[in-house]
């Protein structure tokens, strides 16, 4: 088992450019989740998606980001124009269907936008 | 309201047992979650609980829930440095469909040789 995998791992990136984080689910799970960490507000959740199908994204900071899940072995979170306060660690998480089955992390993508 | 609540430091010496404590507000709440997270990487699940437990062990992990004080906590025997890390609480309430979880800010755990 691979686990959750997230590229890049680092991501260095001028303010007003574009930034695509992408993450491959562990196989056979049915929902993928984004999550941002930061120091000072922790994890916050972003976005989640049940099969392909985006749930609730109640959690996205505005239009800047964007969130796609094009079948069940691929998602993407952009940012489109990226802002010095979206630096964060982006954390993208799968799980099984069943409830109270966990989630699975994957390492995350360090952004910084300069 | 929302909270879940974790002390944020914990220190403690090498081959002691450490408690790491947790307390929510919500009596919704039916899976309780320990996750741990080391520098540079993501959060690693430890263990969970089901609200109608009371205590779960695996290994040198032990959970206790107290759902009547809502509080729950994770006892680690013999801890080495090794389970230095910040250790996060999470809960999620209710049943259906709704996958989010409430997080509590972590508690930093610091073994000392």
């Known amino acids: 088992d691979a686990g959750v995998i997230q590229s890049p791992r680092h991501e260095v990136t001028e303010m007003g450019q574009e930034v695509t984080l992408r993450c491959k689910p562990i196989s056979g799970h049915d929902y993928l989740f984004w999550y941002r960490q930061t120091m000072m507000r922790g994890l916050e959740l972003l976005i989640y998606f049940n099969n392909n199908v985006p749930i609730d994204d109640s959690g996205m900071p505005e239009d800047r980001f964007s969130a796609k899940m094009p079948n069940a072995s691929f998602s993407t979170l952009k940012i489109q124009p990226s802002e010095p306060r979206d630096s964060a660690v982006y954390f993208c998480?799968?799980?099984?269907?069943?409830?109270?089955?966990?989630?699975?992390f994957g390492n995350g993508t360090r952004l910084t936008v300069t | 309201g929302e909270d879940v609540e974790q002390s944020l430091f914990l220190s403690v010496r090498e081959g002691d047992s450490s408690v790491i404590n947790c307390t929510y507000t919500d009596s919704s709440s039916t899976y309780l979650y320990w996750y741990k997270q080391e520098p540079g990487a993501g959060l690693q699940l430890l263990t969970y609980?089901?609200?109608n437990m009371d205590m779960k062990q695996d290994q040198r992990l032990t959970v206790l829930l107290n759902k009547k004080d809502k509080h729950l906590s994770l006892r680690i025997a013999d801890t080495q440095t090794g389970d230095s890390a910040i250790y996060f609480c999470a809960e999620r309430r209710g049943t259906g469909n709704n996958r989010k979880l409430i997080w509590g800010l972590g508690t930093s755990l610091a073994v000392n040789p």
């Open positions: 998480a799968s799980s099984l269907g069943h409830q109270g089955s966990p989630l699975h």
């Open positions: 609980i089901f609200s």
